[in-house]
């Protein structure tokens, strides 16, 4: 199975906050990451966790980490259209050189 | 002020012809990353360069090879493509690797194999 798993759909209206979630299974994750794709685009860094971290903030995102259940979710305050595009989780691990294993992402859809 | 530029956007090659991918960086980036993505599938990475020193992932077909010619280029080279090649390719680069190196995506070639 795959490391790092990702729902593959979500519809959100705009206004209302969108909340993403991902599951991982290496517990030795150093860092974990959302990037952004939009259509036609490359993966763009969003934010990231230390996995000693259990809350990040950042303007309209709020990453959380729950180490013991190994989840992390990516919630989007206000979500306007222009977030609508495909979500990556992605961890990066110390014995796999910190190379980053991704989600099959998350396709967040807003609508009006 | 594309970073890292990927050419061409879409590539239609036909079944066992090779064909060739390139991606350009103005960071002066060290590291430079192939990823093979499928519809609705994870980025999947196939090998990365260190400078010069290349580094394949374990699982990456023989049939796909890498060249740096500098540090600026970066070449993916699929000797006899299959249908189940067609895929978007993406190039990545970050500065050193390592703990918490920001990746740096081009928009991608998106590969038909007729």
């Known amino acids: 199975g795959e490391d790092v798993e990702q729902s593959l759909f979500l519809s959100v209206r705009e206004g209302d906050s969108s909340v993403i979630n991902c599951t991982y299974t290496?517990?030795?994750?150093?860092?974990l990451y959302w990037y952004k794709q939009e259509p036609g685009a490359g993966l763009q860094l969003l934010t990231y966790?230390?996995?000693?971290?259990d809350m990040k903030q950042d303007q309209r995102l709020t990453v959380l980490l729950n180490k013991k259940d190994k989840h992390l979710s990516l919630r989007i305050a206000d979500t306007q259209t222009g977030d609508s595009a495909i979500y990556f989780c992605?961890?990066?691990?110390?014995?796999?050189?910190?190379?980053?294993?991704f989600g099959a992402g998350t396709t967040v859809t807003v609508r009006a | 002020d594309a970073m890292v530029i990927q050419n061409p956007r879409y590539q239609v090659t036909q079944f066992g012809k090779p064909v060739t991918l390139s991606c350009s960086q103005t960071?002066?980036?060290?590291?430079m990353y192939w990823y093979q993505q499928k519809s609705s599938q994870a980025p999947k990475l196939l090998f990365h360069?260190?400078?010069?020193?290349?580094?394949n992932e374990a699982d990456t077909p023989d049939n796909f090879q890498s060249r740096r010619p500098n540090t600026s280029f970066c070449f993916l080279d699929i000797r006899s493509p299959g249908l189940g090649d067609a895929a978007m390719y993406l190039c990545?680069?970050?500065?050193?690797?390592?703990?918490?190196?920001?990746?740096?995506f081009g928009s991608g070639t998106q590969l038909s194999v007729l």
């Open positions: 990545a680069t970050s500065k050193l690797g390592g703990a918490n190196e920001k990746l740096f």
């Open positions: 290496d517990s030795s994750s150093t860092y």
């Open positions: 966790i230390f996995s000693n971290m």
């Open positions: 992605a961890e990066s691990i110390r014995s796999n050189d910190y190379k980053l294993s």
């Open positions: 960071l002066n980036h060290n590291v």
């Open positions: 360069y260190y400078d010069k020193d290349f580094n």
